[in-house]
């Protein structure tokens, strides 16, 4: 089978072009009003001595926030720089263009304003506090780049917490579109997911939660082999151990199989990567896979096996990180559209039914397309996934209770459409495009 590769620059020409705008605009987002100032008289409704009075309603009523201020569409992307992309522990400095990156995504693809705030602390507990602290402010926190397996437990102590919503991208984000793809892919080769046989590579945050959704989703356990750099996890194995990959013990592998990806990969229908940027998987090994296998190598930027490589060493469909290939793994086609529909509905917490209902309306609107080999999953471009994704959490969110607003699933499609396309409006109007091309 061949493959289209979509590549057009080269890396270092993408950094330098990259390095040059973030030089010229100094940063990628900014502030802009969302009420109209005509004269000095709209001073006295925006600040004194008009503000006095939303003030006092709110103290009256601290659910009165919601209403009057923009705290029900503002989250924070909290980062400390520990693992920044595939650069590792460059600091909160470093990271802060990411987290400006992605904020910006979260305004484009979701109408949700988010303020970057990278922390200079790599203390856990400090963190809880800091976001605990600064959580007036916000309606929701989206956790970035933090290394593991510290981000699985302030996630969890986070959710526990907070009543609004916490999502950690590497790891709910990452896994959501992952199970979208997985979906479409199965469809496509006829395979059921009480049948296939499974393989993650990595145990980071993205390989945890690969194996948690798959077991919500219906795949059997017993059907799954997880592997650090160690090799196989299995119940009682004594090295390199966290409370986390005990889990992964408890949940996969009953009959304690030992060896690395090579001996893991003999039979296997699927293997889901997320781990050290390559390439580094050979061929052969993928040759030991099942006919119509599935390969998703998710690692950045250079994936664990090129997609050329694994298809002609037989894998039926392949899908990466990169927007390169065909079937990017893209983890923006998650968040913006997540918590749009969290927001929506004011919900309490972003739990597990939002999440595979989000996974399950991306995998819906690529079938509505047409499945092809090289299409499992909607392009970040496509305008149809956000409207409907936000309104599949939005209606999850109501359902399994954790919603303050009961909204109808329309209305928050129709109000994504209009945010997305108010802000593309926006960015047309200060960007012509004469300035674009030059």
């Given at each position: 089978?061949?493959?289209?590769?979509?590549?057009?620059?080269?890396?270092?020409?993408?950094?330098?072009?990259a390095?040059?705008?973030?030089?010229?605009?100094?940063?990628?987002?900014?502030?802009?009003?969302?009420?109209?100032?005509?004269?000095?008289?709209?001073?006295?409704?925006?600040?004194?001595?008009?503000?006095?009075?939303?003030?006092?309603?709110?103290?009256?009523n601290?659910?009165?926030?919601?209403?009057?201020?923009?705290?029900?569409?503002?989250?924070a992307?909290?980062?400390?720089?520990?693992?920044?992309?595939?650069?590792?522990?460059?600091?909160?400095?470093?990271?802060?263009?990411?987290?400006?990156?992605?904020?910006?995504?979260?305004k484009?693809f979701?109408g949700?304003?988010a303020?970057?705030?990278?922390?200079?602390?790599?203390?856990?507990?400090?963190?809880?506090?800091?976001?605990?602290?600064?959580?007036?402010?916000?309606?929701?926190?989206?956790?970035e780049?933090?290394?593991?397996?510290?981000?699985?437990?302030?996630?969890e102590?986070?959710?526990?917490?907070?009543?609004?919503?916490?999502?950690?991208?590497?790891?709910?984000?990452?896994?959501?579109?992952t199970?979208?793809?997985?979906?479409?892919?199965?469809?496509?080769?006829?395979?059921?997911?009480?049948?296939?046989?499974?393989?993650?590579m990595g145990?980071?945050?993205?390989?945890?939660?690969?194996?948690?959704?798959?077991?919500?989703?219906?795949?059997?356990?017993?059907?799954?082999?997880?592997?650090?750099?160690?090799?196989i996890?299995?119940?009682?194995?004594?090295?390199?151990m966290?409370?986390?990959?005990?889990?992964?013990a408890?949940?996969?592998?009953?009959?304690?199989i030992?060896?690395?990806?090579?001996?893991?990969?003999?039979?296997?229908?699927?293997?889901?990567?997320?781990?050290?940027?390559?390439?580094?998987?050979?061929?052969?090994?993928?040759?030991?896979?099942?006919?119509?296998?599935?390969?998703?190598?998710?690692?950045?930027?250079?994936?664990?096996?090129?997609?050329?490589?694994?298809?002609?060493?037989?894998?039926?469909?392949?899908?990466?990180?990169r927007?390169?290939?065909?079937?990017?793994i893209?983890n923006?086609?998650?968040?913006?559209?997540?918590?749009?529909?969290?927001?929506?509905?004011?919900?309490?917490t972003?739990?597990?039914?939002?999440?595979?209902?989000?996974?399950?309306?991306?995998a819906?609107?690529?079938?509505?397309?047409?499945?092809?080999?090289?299409?499992i999953?909607?392009?970040?471009?496509?305008?149809?996934?956000?409207?409907?994704?936000?309104?599949?959490?939005?209606?999850?969110?109501?359902e399994?209770g954790?919603?303050?607003?009961?909204?109808?699933?329309?209305?928050?499609?129709?109000?994504?459409?209009?945010?997305?396309?108010?802000?593309?409006?926006?960015?047309?109007?200060?960007?012509?495009?004469?300035?674009?091309?030059?």
């Amino acid at each position: 089978m061949s493959i289209i590769i979509r590549k057009k620059k080269a890396d270092s020409e993408i950094y330098r072009e990259a390095l040059e705008l973030h030089k010229k605009y100094r940063g990628k987002i900014q502030m802009i009003s969302k009420v109209p100032f005509k004269s000095y008289d709209d001073l006295a409704l925006v600040y004194t001595p008009g503000v006095a009075e939303p003030c006092r309603k709110i103290a009256e009523n601290p659910d009165n926030v919601w209403e009057l201020t923009n705290r029900y569409n503002t989250i924070a992307v909290v980062s400390d720089g520990t693992r920044v992309l595939g650069l590792g522990d460059i600091g909160p400095e470093a990271g802060l263009p990411v987290m400006e990156g992605k904020a910006l995504l979260f305004k484009l693809f979701g109408g949700v304003d988010a303020v970057p705030l990278v922390i200079d602390t790599k203390d856990p507990e400090k963190i809880v506090e800091l976001v605990k602290t600064v959580q007036p402010s916000f309606g929701g926190f989206n956790l970035e780049d933090i290394e593991s397996p510290k981000c699985f437990y302030i996630l969890e102590t986070l959710e526990k917490e907070l009543q609004i919503p916490v999502w950690h991208d590497d790891q709910q984000g990452t896994a959501l579109v992952t199970l979208a793809g997985l979906i479409n892919a199965l469809k496509l080769v006829g395979k059921k997911k009480e049948d296939v046989k499974i393989v993650v590579m990595g145990a980071g945050a993205a390989g945890y939660s690969f194996v948690k959704f798959l077991l919500m989703y219906g795949f059997p356990g017993k059907n799954i082999l997880i592997l650090d750099s160690v090799g196989i996890i299995y119940k009682g194995r004594k090295v390199r151990m966290n409370p986390w990959k005990e889990k992964l013990a408890e949940w996969t592998n009953p009959e304690g199989i030992r060896g690395g990806l090579d001996t893991a990969l003999e039979g296997a229908d699927v293997l889901l990567a997320a781990s050290a940027p390559g390439p580094w998987i050979p061929k052969q090994w993928i040759k030991k896979m099942a006919d119509d296998a599935i390969v998703f190598a998710e690692a950045n930027p250079v994936p664990e096996i090129l997609p050329e490589d694994a298809l002609d060493a037989g894998a039926k469909i392949v899908a990466t990180g990169r927007s390169d290939y065909p079937n990017q793994i893209n983890n923006v086609l998650g968040f913006p559209a997540v918590f749009r529909g969290a927001l929506d509905v004011s919900a309490k917490t972003i739990n597990d039914k939002m999440i595979v209902a989000a996974a399950e309306a991306l995998a819906r609107v690529a079938e509505e397309k047409g499945l092809r080999h090289d299409y499992i999953i909607p392009k970040a471009t496509e305008p149809e996934w956000a409207p409907e994704e936000a309104a599949a959490v939005a209606k999850a969110a109501v359902e399994s209770g954790v919603a303050r607003r009961k909204v109808d699933p329309d209305e928050v499609r129709e109000n994504t459409r209009k945010l997305v396309e108010a802000h593309m409006k926006i960015i047309n109007f200060l960007f012509p495009d004469k300035e674009k091309k030059g």
